[in-house]
């Protein structure tokens, strides 16, 4: 490889280091609209193990994890993967924060799949809901974290 493309590689993975350095929401407490049951919990989806996640009973394809960061924090970088595993299942979803005790609406999605990163306008709240509007089946999320990016 020349030079010129491996400090560039070298730099763009800095970018990526900095980008996801602290998952706000990584050991902080979920709920959710719908659980399966014990094993299948919304903080399973924030618990930073993959072979966890969190699932609604068979007949449930709409729900939605509310995420409490435990205090008010910057976010504005959303990454969301499903169980794949059990196969892809989500086919929309949405975001919300709450605002000064509104819910605002942050962002809409399409699949989710193995991993979907989505980015959105700077908003401070301390609570992150997350809404799979459209499911195939009942959904399985292995993995919700929130970050702010550097430089938004």
């Not at 929401?25 to 969190?54: C, F, M, Q």
């Not at 409490?68 to 169980?83: H, K, P, W």
Request: aromatic share 8%; proline share 3%.
């Amino acid at each position: 490889l020349h030079e010129n493309d491996v400090e560039s590689l070298l730099a763009f993975r800095r970018l990526l280091e900095e980008e996801f350095k602290s998952d706000l929401a990584l050991g902080k407490e979920a709920s959710s609209s719908h659980d399966r049951g014990k094993s299948y919990r919304a903080v399973n989806a924030i618990d930073g193990i993959p072979d966890t996640y969190w699932s609604t009973p068979d007949n449930v394809t709409t729900a939605s994890i509310t995420i409490d960061l435990g205090a008010e924090a910057e976010v504005n970088r959303i990454l969301i993967q499903e169980y794949i595993k059990l196969g892809q299942r989500v086919r929309s979803f949405s975001v919300e924060a709450d605002i000064q005790g509104e819910w605002k609406h942050i962002l809409d999605g399409t699949t989710i799949g193995y991993k979907v990163i989505r980015k959105f306008p700077l908003v401070k709240t301390s609570l992150i809901r997350v809404t799979f509007n459209d499911s195939k089946a009942c959904p399985v999320i292995s993995n919700i974290q929130i970050f702010k990016a550097p430089g938004n």
